[in-house]
């Protein structure tokens, strides 16, 4: 992978952008594959999201200014695009988000590209159940191994804040597998 910096100067060139994005697909698909599907639950969901995550980095990358780190940029879209898509469809289902996620979490077992066991069902179901907020920050915590810092930028929230969604989400997961 050639240094960020590079690759950045690489996608808002014109002539070079093309070749460039394809290196940047390669090198951060399956990162942000993984981050839509924890937040999606569904593969063919996570694939749709991944698609539209990528279109719109290909459109705005010229607008890069560099202020965050690449990644932090594309994690921030992918969360917005996986977002906007559970709140899309649970409005077309007329649900709440959390009903929608729940639905996906009970439909887990039988999504062949499933292999989790029963706890990882009870966790995708405890999940499920947070508000958002909390929710995406135990996710990319927890799974993803993002710093707070990170975090923080992506999701626009100061770190202490992130910190105290953590705890809280933390709390309400062991709650909800004590009782599950």
């Known amino acids: 992978m050639i240094p ?15 070749a460039a994005f394809g290196l940047l697909v390669d090198a951060y698909q399956e990162r942000l594959y993984w981050h839509i599907r924890r937040i999606v639950l569904n593969h063919d969901d996570a694939d749709d999201v991944v698609q539209n995550t990528f279109v719109k980095i290909f459109q705005n990358i010229h607008g890069f200014k560099g202020e965050s780190q690449l990644y932090s940029w594309m994690y921030r879209i992918a969360t917005n695009e996986a977002l906007n898509f559970i709140k899309s469809h649970a409005k077309q289902s007329a649900i709440s988000t959390q009903d929608y996620l729940m639905v996906k979490a009970e439909q887990l077992q039988s999504d062949v590209y499933f292999d989790g066991g029963e706890l990882e069902l009870q966790l995708q179901k405890a999940l499920a159940q947070l508000p958002e907020k909390q929710r995406l920050v135990f996710q990319m915590k927890y799974f993803d191994d993002l710093k707070y810092e990170d975090i923080s930028r992506i999701l626009g929230t100061s770190v202490g804040a992130l910190k105290a969604n953590y705890h809280h989400a933390v709390a309400k997961i062991k709650d909800f597998l004590t009782e599950h």
Do not use: V
């Open 4 to 18: 960020e910096k590079d690759l950045i100067a690489q996608l808002q060139n014109p002539k070079a952008r093309n």
